[in-house]
């Protein structure tokens, strides 16, 4: 992992709703909360200058993060994040501590590389479709990666790219996977775009049944509208 994260936090004695608000409004700060281990939950306070600036890289958000609560550092990941629905602004933060020993379960982003190479688009001319944007995992917190790659390169026309199809880093366990082949998720396709193959097939079948259906005896004019209209319109 190269980034490190830390974040200044204090110990949060006022509580309730109209506190959060009162912290947000005058402070400049957020309402956050560590959980997990064997150690009670503890309400925090986090700059909110400081946690917005974090999460603009994205790494954040699968990294082990420190938080320096008063004297102590506690590692943590993220795991939940509450933002405001129409401001930029984030509301609550959720960290759940972290054993270095034991095995952590996150999610990690997706990144699609060699798009621009792939078979299915250049040769063929499809689309990539991306079904997922990030894969839940297993590890031990020194194993955690910043992100999954998917490489799109060869893959071709009406192709799928499953879990089952990805590497790994060592140490890291897809939790679907876990579970059984019949959780092995579709993570991108290589699809006919819309209004190419199918449309044009379709045109060709009404255009053959036009045709093969004979006008009645006086009634060219009107067979001549029904039909695809080639020539008839000049």
């Given at each position: 992992m190269s980034e490190d994260f830390e974040l200044e936090c204090s110990v949060r004695e006022d509580l309730g709703k109209g506190a959060s608000r009162r912290l947000r409004r005058l402070d400049g700060s957020i309402p956050a909360v560590l959980y997990g281990g064997k150690k009670d939950p503890v309400s925090l306070t986090i700059a909110h200058k400081?946690?917005?600036?974090?999460?603009?890289?994205?790494?954040?958000?699968?990294?082990?993060?420190?938080?320096?609560?008063?004297?102590?550092?506690?590692?943590?990941v993220i795991k939940?994040?509450?933002?405001?629905?129409?401001?930029?602004?984030?509301?609550?933060?959720?960290?759940?501590?972290?054993?270095?020993?034991?095995?952590?379960?996150?999610?990690?982003?997706?990144?699609?590389i060699n798009e621009d190479k792939c078979v299915g688009v250049k040769?063929?001319?499809?689309?990539?479709?991306?079904?997922?944007?990030?894969?839940?995992?297993?590890?031990?917190?020194?194993?955690?990666?910043?992100?999954?790659?998917?490489?799109?390169?060869n893959v071709e026309l009406g192709v799928s790219v499953h879990l089952s199809d990805l590497t790994f880093p060592e140490g890291v366990r897809s939790v679907a996977l876990s579970v059984g082949e019949e959780s092995d998720l579709n993570v991108a396709?290589?699809?006919?775009?819309?209004?190419?193959?199918?449309?044009?097939?379709?045109?060709?079948?009404?255009?053959?049944?036009?045709?093969?259906?004979?006008?009645?005896?006086?009634?060219?004019?009107?067979?001549g509208e029904e039909s695809s209209g080639d020539g008839d319109d000049a």
């Open positions: 400081d946690i917005a600036k974090a999460t603009e890289n994205e790494a954040f958000f699968s990294h082990i993060i420190t938080l320096n609560i008063d004297s102590k550092k506690e590692p943590a939940a994040l509450q933002r405001h629905p129409a401001k930029p602004f984030i509301l609550h933060a959720d960290f759940q501590r972290v054993d270095m020993k034991q095995e952590i379960q996150v999610k990690v982003p997706i990144h699609f040769l063929q001319g499809g689309s990539i479709r991306h079904t997922l944007n990030e894969i839940e995992i297993v590890c031990l917190p020194k194993d955690l990666p910043e992100f999954i790659e998917v490489d799109m390169e396709s290589v699809q006919q775009p819309r209004g190419g193959a199918e449309e044009e097939e379709a045109a060709a079948e009404e255009g053959e049944a036009a045709e093969g259906e004979a006008p009645a005896e006086g009634d060219g004019d009107s067979g």
